[in-house]
Antibody, heavy 120, light 107 residues
Framework: QLQLQESGSGLVKPSQTLSLTCAVS??????????WSWIRQPPGKGLEWIGY???????YYNPSLKSRVTISVDRSKNQFSLKLSSVTAADTAVYYC????????????WGRGTLVTVSS | SYVLTQPPSVSVAPGQTARITCGGN??????VHWYQQKPGQAPVLVVY???DRPSGIPERFSGSNSGNTATLTISRVEAGDEADYYC??????????FGGGTKLTVL
């Protein structure tokens, strides 16, 4: 059974780049046609989809974040990653990684989430 | 981008039926998915493709979608159902937006 686990820096300075990794266990990130997403939730607020990487390697990003976001896959390490550049305090949030089954666009598996704080 | 509108809060007494709406332009033409999130936890999928339930989700959770409104219905509400609920769709521009969320309070 697939499991997801986020990791990365919990504190990032303003204007720097936030970097997170989601480790996939219990299966191969390359098999099954899954898509892999990042979603965030500012403290006390709702969910915001950041973007996803399709099993083919194609990426799609939230238009409001597109200029600052990069999602990539490292198949050798069975993980995918998020980079968000030029961060501000507004990027402070719990960041979740999640997966979508083949040909479907809902999130059936989530990581536990990791809090990233943007502060000097 | 496609906008989904949810009421900020819904209150219901135990044993009654809760209905949480999700509004969007012609949302009936899209597949709507619903998530439950309890404090300090990751969201959990409770309904997908308008009305299907993942394994392990009680039959008390059901969904419908027509016109400009999708609805998550929770029958025989229990104290453990108190949570935030979010709707989500796939938009034709390949976006995956969420609604703003609804806090369900069990009185």
């Amino acid at each position: 059974q697939l499991q997801l686990q986020e990791s990365g820096s919990g504190l990032v300075k303003p204007s720097q780049t936030l970097s997170l990794t989601c480790a996939v266990s219990g299966g191969s990130i390359s098999s099954g046609g899954y898509s892999w997403s990042w979603i965030r939730q500012p403290p006390g607020k709702g969910l915001e989809w950041i973007g996803y990487i399709y099993h083919s390697g194609s990426t799609y990003y939230n238009p409001s974040l597109k200029s600052r976001v990069t999602i990539s896959v490292d198949r050798s390490k069975n993980q995918f990653s998020l980079k968000l550049s030029s961060v501000t305090a507004a990027d402070t949030a719990v960041y979740y990684c999640a997966s979508s089954p083949p040909e479907y666009w809902y999130f059936d598996l989530w990581g536990r989430g990791t809090l990233v704080t943007v502060s000097s | 981008s496609y906008v989904l509108t949810q009421p900020p809060s819904v209150s219901v007494a135990p044993g009654q039926t809760a209905r949480i709406t999700c509004g969007g332009n012609n949302i009936g033409s899209k597949s709507v998915h619903w998530y439950q999130q309890k404090p300090g936890q990751a969201p959990v999928l409770v309904v997908y493709d308008d009305s299907d339930r993942p394994s392990g989700i009680p039959e008390r959770f059901s969904g419908s979608n027509s016109g400009n409104t999708a609805t998550l219905t929770i029958s025989r509400v229990e104290a453990g159902d108190e949570a935030d609920y979010y709707c989500q769709v796939w938009d034709s521009s390949s976006d995956l937006p969420f609604g703003g969320g609804t806090k369900l309070t069990v009185l």
